[in-house]
């Protein structure tokens, strides 16, 4: 769970997890989803910031079955495909979700 100055702290980050959801298209239950989760997680050091983002939109649209690659989940935010690949399921777990079994 986070705190309302959370989302106040990381407004600049929300503005960029918008901006990448609008590339790619996400509805708004992957939005809010992504926006809860990232949120949740937000790493301190703003060097991890957008990995972070990029991670959170995947599992937003995840959850939301608005589903979306990996890599253009990183290529909306301007991030490594392997930076989401790295960080998607903690952030997940963190949520209290659980992975899926593929």
């Known amino acids: 769970m ?3 100055r959370d989302e106040r702290d990381n407004a600049e980050w929300l503005t960029d997890l918008e901006t ?4 790619l298209d ?8 992504a926006r809860d989760v990232f949120l949740s997680g937000v790493p301190q050091q ?3 910031k957008p990995a972070t983002v990029a991670a959170a939109l995947y599992v937003g649209t995840l959850v939301a079955g608005d589903q979306r690659s990996q ?6 935010v301007g991030v490594s ?13 963190s949520a209290g979700l659980d992975a899926p079994e593929w």
């Open 2 to 4: 986070y705190r309302a």
């Open 71 to 76: 890599g253009n989940v990183a290529d909306a």
């Open 46 to 48: 703003d060097r991890s």
């Open 20 to 23: 990448a959801a609008d590339r």
């Open 26 to 33: 996400l509805g708004t239950d992957a939005r809010s989803c």
């Open 81 to 93: 495909r392997l930076a989401v690949q790295q960080r998607w399921k903690d952030l997940l777990e």
